[in-house]
């Protein structure tokens, strides 16, 4: 069963039209915050649907471009699998891997989605093995997690951890 509008309100409706498509411009902290992740780490934070995904993906999208690696950690695997399908629209599935405590497809693919935990499993094995995690950008998603009680302390692990 699909709702319908008010049979008053189509003729309303029926005038508003279709919204015209506008050329996207990044917003001034979007543009300063890429250039500070050029330059050294950086910590974006702004509130929920101001753009931080976009700062990521042209993060993520200049790394590539030159041949490096890049690993995207979220605390959930609800969020993990949705990230996985939507860099693998923007940067071809072939070019995205995932790794879950469930799901491992192609690891080797120069973009890598994985929960946190994952993540820091991984820099502990490298560390443990003389190796380094072979990866040109890090981004932690949902870092507000750094103050959770019980998971913060993977945060900081990683933190750590990173080169």
């Known amino acids: 069963m699909r709702p319908e509008a008010e049979p008053a309100m189509k003729p309303v409706f029926a005038k508003i039209g279709k919204p015209v498509a506008a050329k996207f411009r990044p917003d001034p902290f979007q543009l300063a915050s890429l250039e500070a992740i050029r330059d050294a780490d950086c ?51 072939a070019n995205v891997g995932i790794v879950t405590g469930d799901t491992k497809e192609n690891t080797d693919a120069p973009i890598i989605v994985g929960t946190t935990e994952i993540l820091r499993n991984q820099l502990y094995d490298a560390m443990h093995s003389g190796e380094n995690l072979n990866c040109d950008l890090v981004i932690l998603d949902e870092a507000h997690f750094l103050g959770d009680l019980d998971r913060g302390v993977v945060w900081e692990e990683i933190m750590i951890y990173l080169p």
């Open 43 to 93: 910590l974006v934070m702004a509130p929920t649907g101001s753009g931080k995904t976009w700062i990521a993906e042209e993060a993520i999208r200049s790394v590539f471009q030159k041949g490096g690696r890049c690993w995207y950690a979220s605390p959930l695997k609800a969020l993990t699998n949705a990230k996985w399908v939507e860099f693998g629209n923007h940067f071809d599935p």
